[in-house]
Antibody, heavy 123, light 109 residues
Framework: QVQLQESGPGLVKPSETLSLTCSVS????????WSWIRQPAGKGLEWIGH???????YNNPSLKSRVTMSVDRSKSEFSLTLTSVTPADTAVYYC?????????????????WGRGTLVTVSS | EIVLTQSPGTLSLSPGERATLSCRAS???????LAWYQQKPGQAPRLLIY???TRATGIPDRFSGSGSGTDFTLTISRLEPEDFAVYYC??????????FGQGTRVETK
């Protein structure tokens, strides 16, 4: 079955860039939207954005231009970069697969999740 | 942005009891595009329900969802020991952004 696994540094300094990768195994990366969601310790979930395998990112406006997402089909991976991080960006970051609400939609729900990776922003 | 408010914050129940969790939206959720997730400590969320009332693959039928417009409910008909967890609702009918509720904790009484 399809599995997702996040990877990346667990510690990032303030003002620097957070970079994470999600590896997709056990199935094709093609034909889906791939998402990033984060969760500060003891708090709720925040959608960061998602991207189709051929591009077309769709981001949370609250994160404005700090977010970049990409897909590498040859490696069956997708990535997140978040610039100018602050301690408020400390969270568990999850990658997930988006199941679309319907034909032509760009929204949906998350039917498959990675285990998550903790990223701490601290000097 | 649609704000989802879940209530109660914590539900204290015993195994075998019925759990009723509420999710209220600040404006109508388009096409009843609302999902529910279960999260246990140290784990990723797990999809339970989508499109208000459709159970995800492998989810037992003691979990059911209902509602429309701004008021949605997740019901667990008889709590099993493995059901004690945090539950989140999520709307995807009026994005961006996709939003989640703040969660309801179901704990053992």
């Amino acid at each position: 079955q399809v599995q997702l696994q996040e990877s990346g540094p667990g510690l990032v300094k303030p003002s620097e860039t957070l970079s994470l990768t999600c590896s997709v195994s056990g199935g094709s990366i093609g034909g889906y939207y791939w998402s990033w969601i984060r969760q500060p310790a003891g708090k709720g979930l925040e959608w960061i954005g998602h991207i189709y395998t051929s591009g077309s990112p769709y981001n949370n406006p609250s994160l404005k231009s700090r977010v970049t997402m990409s897909v590498d089909r040859s490696k069956s991976e997708f990535s997140l970069t978040l610039t100018s991080v602050t301690p408020a960006d400390t969270a568990v970051y999850y990658c997930a697969r988006l199941a679309l609400a319907g034909p032509g939609s760009r929204e949906g729900f998350f039917d498959l999740w990675g285990r998550g990776t903790l990223v701490t922003v601290s000097s | 942005e649609i704000v989802l408010t879940q209530s109660p914050g914590t539900l204290s129940l015993s195994p075998g009891e019925r759990a009723t969790l509420s999710c209220r939206a600040s404006q109508s959720v388009s096409s009843s595009f609302l999902a529910w997730y279960q999260q246990k400590p140290g784990q990723a969320p797990r999809l339970l329900i989508y499109s208000t009332s459709t159970r995800a693959t492998g989810i037992p039928d003691r979990f059911s969802g209902s509602g429309s417009g701004t008021d949605f409910t997740l019901t667990i008909s008889r709590l099993e020991p493995e059901d004690f967890a945090v539950y989140y609702c999520q709307q995807y009918g009026s994005s961006p952004p996709i939003t989640f509720g703040q969660g309801t904790r179901v704990e053992t009484k």
